[in-house]
């Protein structure tokens, strides 16, 4: 058990949709990035943030967003959802501001139909 | 941006055979670790070793920084070594310090 909590495990909804994936990091992490799993493209990095404060944004689409509220837990959330944003979608924590050593979740799930 | 580059992409082994991954990036990095994502798709930490050499009961690694590349060594190899093995490397590019990871090896270990 990395010490990562992500909700829901799964998640199947329509194209169109908006849906809300959210991360616990571990108990004194303050930095929470969130990861895209497709079958043909790997691990993306899609944003980080720490302590609150967005430090980094990698290939994070437009109708993706995300957050971390004082209480260090983070969102992200989907909107207008296509067939193509099913994938795994992982948070990850470390206790530093640049990358360090990373704490995956188990992973949410999706599946657009 | 930095290309980081995993070999064999494919490997198939005999339960107790022995093996060793490999991970080459093209640019200097801040970190480099190992994770293995088993069948069910958890991302599990091996090893965080930015230089050096680990080793955690059968596994091994060694990186050498200044040549820009990892080797992750699997001893006497059992099935539930299965699964993909990530080497993920830190650097800062546009937008900040970022984790870039590598397509992975997909190890299948036969019983």
């Known amino acids: 058990d990395s010490g990562v909590t992500q909700t829901p495990k799964h998640l199947i909804t329509a194209t169109g949709q908006r849906v809300t994936l959210r991360c616990s990091p571990r108990s004194g992490d303050l930095s929470v990035y969130w990861y895209q799993q497709s079958l043909d493209q790997g691990l993306q990095f899609l944003i980080q943030?720490?302590?609150?404060?967005?430090?980094a944004k990698g290939n994070i689409l437009e109708r993706f967003s995300a957050q971390q509220f004082p209480d260090l837990h983070s969102e992200l959330n989907l909107s207008s959802l296509e067939l193509g944003d099913s994938a795994l979608y992982f948070c990850a924590s470390s206790t530093r501001t640049t990358t360090g050593e990373l704490f995956f979740g188990e992973g949410s799930r999706l599946t657009v139909l | 941006g930095i290309q980081v580059e995993q070999s064999p992409p494919d490997l198939i082994l005999q339960e107790g055979a022995n093996s060793t991954l490999r991970c080459n990036f093209s640019d200097s990095v801040n970190n480099l670790q190992w994770f293995h994502q088993n069948p069910w798709g958890q991302l599990i930490n091996l090893f965080y070793?930015?230089?050096g050499t680990k080793q955690n009961g059968r596994l091994s690694a060694t990186t050498v920084a200044t040549e820009r590349y990892s080797l992750l060594y699997i001893s006497s190899s059992q099935t539930t070594d299965s699964g993909v093995y990530f080497c993920?490397?830190?650097?800062?590019?546009?937008?900040?310090?970022?984790?870039?990871f590598g397509a992975g090896t997909r190890l299948f270990v036969k019983a």
């Open positions: 993920a490397v830190e650097r800062v590019d546009t937008g900040g310090f970022k984790t870039i």
């Open positions: 070793i930015p230089s």
């Open positions: 943030y720490y302590n609150g404060e967005e430090r």
